[in-house]
């Protein structure tokens, strides 16, 4: 199998901090954005960066920025299936998504995401983890999942277009559909997955640094 690109969720509101982009606020002397860029280029091939609105605010990161095609931000799906049209063009098979609000996500995320993905027809996997279910979309073998980190199939991509302009927004509904499976992470001593939402989030960022 080649190797996977990625893809840099920006795509949302983010309302819970009062809007703007949170991929360009600073965490310890850099933008969430720069320390999620370092962390996911080493695993992946090539890297995109999924934003709506003017590209130009991101022209100093030198990444490719696809915006959603569906329109009235209709969740991260939507932000997947502009990474999956961009690695068409690329010629790759398989895309690694993460969040821009995720600083600490784990440093193997792909390698695992393709390890779990092995005899699957069409590879596509959920990180998840252990924990605190307030939160979080739990499945049916009470892992937490965090639909935003995953290894997706560039040969459905059509199909999961055609989901989202029914009016598919729930992530796993989709994979389910089509046998995902999950990889397992652990949640110790905190969540890797843990992202900034508000200004208290990035408070315990810093605190985790």
């Known amino acids: 199998m080649k190797q996977p690109v990625g893809v840099i969720?920006?795509?949302g509101l983010a309302s819970r901090m009062g809007g703007g982009d949170k991929a360009l606020l600073s965490l310890?002397?850099?933008?969430l954005l720069t320390r999620v860029i370092d962390r996911l280029s080493p695993q992946v091939a090539a890297v995109a960066l999924n934003a709506n609105g003017d590209a130009a605010r991101f022209a100093d990161y030198g990444l490719p920025v696809v915006p959603d095609s569906i329109a009235d931000y209709p969740g991260p799906l939507a932000g997947v299936l502009a990474g999956l049209d961009w690695a068409a063009e690329q010629g790759a098979?398989?895309?690694?998504s993460v969040a821009a609000d995720t600083?600490?996500?784990?440093?193997?995320?792909?390698?695992r995401l393709l390890l779990a993905s092995e005899g699957q027809e069409h590879p596509l996997v959920l990180a998840a983890t252990k924990g605190d279910t307030q939160t979080r979309s739990k499945s049916r073998s009470g892992l937490i999942r965090h639909p935003t980190f995953g290894l997706w199939p560039v040969a459905?991509?059509?199909?999961?277009r055609a989901a989202?302009?029914?009016g598919l927004k729930k992530v796993v509904l989709w994979t389910e559909q089509h046998g995902g499976r999950e990889a397992l992470f652990s949640a110790t001593p905190f969540d890797p997955f843990f992202n900034v939402n508000t200004p208290e989030d990035l408070a315990q960022a810093e605190a985790l640094i």
């Open 156 to 160: 459905l991509r059509n199909d999961l």
């Open 28 to 31: 310890g002397g850099q933008t």
């Open 103 to 111: 600083p600490f996500f784990p440093c193997d995320l792909g390698p």
């Open 93 to 96: 098979d398989t895309v690694v």
């Open 164 to 166: 989202l302009q029914s």
């Open 9 to 11: 969720l920006a795509g």
